[in-house]
């Protein structure tokens, strides 16, 4: 069974430009979660999508936005980039049933310059 | 907001050493889950404790849950350099689906 997915791997942008990650779960999972890791903040929780819909949301602005497509597979989109959004972004695939393992990609490193 | 405390966020040990890693919250969970990140990975999921008191143990790696399902503990014997990396405990919360709280993090780094 293959892992979860997640491109690029690395990217560079520039303050004020827009990005999009992609995430493709493993087989058969519904729900996708989004991470953002800094080594300040740890790994905080973006969103969630479950059947193409969004299921729970963090505490982020209305900047990072995410959809999920009838496949499974998963964008999430970051505009008008600043500084402080350069960090590891981390997507796990799950079953969807609360408590159950998350299986994370091996994330997509933006740095924004 | 429920929040995980993880501590010590930063552990130097030497090869054969025993530690032991906290994760605690004034949050009551219906279960609690440790993964570790490796540098470059993604978390990897080590167990998942559920019953308040529970022990459950992973070769040299003793997981344990507080009775009150408010704290979690890992405790590591004779530390080996495979060991290194991030230990993240994550709350998984009751009531139906809702997202997982993820601990602060503990950076462990087994010299040999």
């Known amino acids: 069974k293959a892992g979860v997915t997640q491109t690029p791997r690395y990217l560079i942008k520039t303050r004020g430009q827009q990005v999009t990650l992609s995430c493709s779960p493993i087989?058969?999972?519904?729900?996708v979660s989004w991470y953002q890791q800094t080594p300040g903040q740890g790994l905080q929780f973006l969103f969630e999508?479950?059947?193409?819909?969004?299921?729970n949301k963090g505490n982020f602005p209305g900047r990072f936005s995410g959809r999920q497509f009838s496949n499974s597979r998963s964008e999430m989109n970051v505009s008008t980039l600043e500084l402080g959004d350069s960090a590891l972004y981390l997507c796990?695939?799950?079953?969807?049933?609360?408590?159950?393992?998350?299986?994370f990609g091996q994330g997509t490193r933006l740095t924004v310059v | 907001t429920q929040l995980l405390e993880q501590s010590p966020q930063f552990l130097s040990i030497q090869e054969g050493e025993n530690l032991t890693v906290y994760c605690n919250s004034s949050?009551?969970?219906?279960?609690l889950q440790w993964y570790r990140q490796e540098p470059g990975e993604g978390p990897v999921l080590l167990v998942t404790?559920?019953?308040?008191?529970e022990v459950k143990k992973l070769k040299r790696l003793t997981f344990q849950f507080g009775d009150a399902r408010k704290d979690s503990s890992l405790h590591i014997t004779a530390a080996q350099p495979g060991d290194t990396g991030l230990y993240l405990c994550?709350?998984?919360?009751?009531?139906?689906?809702?997202?997982?709280?993820f601990g602060t993090g503990t950076k462990l780094q087994v010299i040999p």
């Open positions: 087989s058969g999972h519904r729900s």
């Open positions: 796990a695939s799950g079953s969807g049933s609360g408590g159950t393992e998350a299986f």
């Open positions: 994550a709350g998984v919360p009751g009531g139906g689906y809702q997202k997982v709280t």
């Open positions: 949050s009551v969970f219906s279960s």
């Open positions: 999508y479950f059947s193409e819909t969004q299921r």
């Open positions: 404790v559920v019953t308040g008191g």
